[in-house]
């Protein structure tokens, strides 16, 4: 019974799960009835595209179907041995299967309900439908319970229609009474409209499956490429800061070691003085004992005598002339390592800000990229604190509230001579690089103030070629009480709306926009920029005659 089974299941029809009548191969290699799969791909003529229910593969043009004579004659011999029959005999119907209709006593399970006769058949008693004409237009479909809900439950009549204007199922007799004068068409016409929706919507559904499925895979190599591109900075950071601090410790060898050796030079010198002076010492107490036995001569002509032959004294070393300073000797190398540890501390503060903004930039989020946050709270996320950077101040600028104010004075500043200032326009650049997503804000004051953002390579003196906005390096919004402007590459446009003594900044590097908001109450688009970023960025303002701007905390 297994074999028969098997052998059954090998030659049957998987659209139909019929034995295959007029079976013919198609080009994937499987095998249907020759009406089953035509009737199939009629069904996706309207795409243009025709498949394999089995496997899925896709074929352009549609194929030319030929009858499988070989196959066609397996399926007549697996017929005449009676397998089919004894199979058969054992697929008897459960409480949960179909049962067919025509069976008596025991009855077996349906493999077909006919939509037309509103009846299950087993294979035995479904065998008349292919085989007369008169069930050749009979609709078969997978073994169904339902049949009697295709009955009009008022006329006993099967429900052959379809009223579009109380969207259910209706018997010619319903049209005469109940429906008439309704929106009516047949079931069949109603089914290939609604099939035509479910199958555009299918193909919605399938398209937004391949883009899920794709932007899955993207998301993936996302998270790939941030795994590896962290472990690789780690290793990397882990590896310069190793070099550090071999770097320092080798510097605080090499300090110790030179201390240590003018430790020994300067003390073998001043030993070399100790020796002398305590040899000179023993000779002078040697004298000094000569002259005070002289001194106790009593015979007065004895006296005389010896006191020209005793020796004259050498010259000996200037007690006076040595200082001394018992407090320390190498205080002014403390001093100058300590300077140095002050200068480094400002170096990685410095830099500790701009390798945490480095850190923080990588924003990998759902949204479109070149969104824009929707409100004030979106756009806070990605606020940041700016400061301003003396080696890039304009001589006639003036620094203040911790580098975050900047104001136009009437005379130069103490400012140190350095290759990053501005020689020719009143303007200074932000010590803090910016990539990433960035909201900045600077409240400003006066007559005429330009907020901006610039490479670090913009020029620092040659005209025009170094102020903001002028160019290609460079993006600007002026403000004046007279009215705004932004302008990039020397390229100007006027803009409209009001603008508040507060500016709003937001920068998205990586999409390549740049937005400038007139922030009171609410927040108010002025201009917004779409370009190609290619290195980070610097914030910068340009303050006219007794005007101010300042980098203020957004709140």
Known sequence: ????????????????????????????????????????????????????????????????????????????????????AAAADHCYAGPEDVACDSCTGRKLKAIKSCSVCLASFCEKHLQPHYDSATFEKHKLVEPSKNLQENICSKHDEVMKMFCRTDQKCVCSLCLMKEHKGHDTVSAAAERTERQRELEERRRNI??????????????????????????????????????????????????????????????????????????????????????????????????????????????????????????????????????LRDKLQDILRLSWTNISLMVTEVDVLLSQPGSEPKSRAGFLRYSCELTLDPNTAFPCLGLSEGNRKVTRMNQHQSYTSHSDRFTDWSQVLSRESLTGRRYWEVEWSGELVRVAIAYKNISRAGGNMSGFGYNDKSWALTCSHRGSSYSHNNNWTSVSGPVSSRVGVYLDHRAGFLSFYSVSKTMTLLHRVQTKFTRPLLAGVYVGTLSSAQFCKPK
């Open 206 to 339: 399938q398209q937004k499956i391949q883009n899920g499925e794709k932007d899955v895979k993207l998301l993936e190599q996302e998270v790939e490429a941030i795994n590896h591109s962290a472990d690789k900075t780690v290793e990397d950071s882990e590896k310069i800061f190793t070099q550090l601090i071999r770097l320092l410790q080798k510097r605080s060898s090499e300090v110790k070691q030179l201390i240590r050796s003018q430790q020994e030079t300067e003390v073998s010198l001043v030993k070399d003085v100790q020796e002398k002076l305590e040899q000179e010492i023993t000779e002078l107490k040697r004298k000094d004992a000569e002259l005070e036995q002289l001194s106790h001569t009593e015979d007065h002509n004895q006296f005389l005598l010896n006191y020209p032959s005793l020796p004259a004294l050498s010259e000996s070393i200037k007690f006076s002339s040595l200082e001394y300073f018992p407090l320390g000797y190498f205080e002014d190398v403390t001093a100058a390592v300590s300077e």
């Open 1 to 84: 019974m297994e074999q028969n089974q098997m052998d059954q299941k090998t030659f049957s029809c998987s659209i139909c799960l019929d034995l295959l009548k007029d079976p013919v191969t198609i080009p994937c290699g499987h095998n249907y009835c020759m009406n089953c799969i035509k009737t199939h791909w009629d069904e996706e003529d309207m795409k243009g595209i025709h498949s394999c229910p089995q496997c899925r593969e896709t074929f352009i043009p549609r194929p030319v179907l030929k009858k499988n004579t070989m196959l066609a004659a397996l399926v007549e011999q697996l017929k005449k041995t009676g397998l089919q």
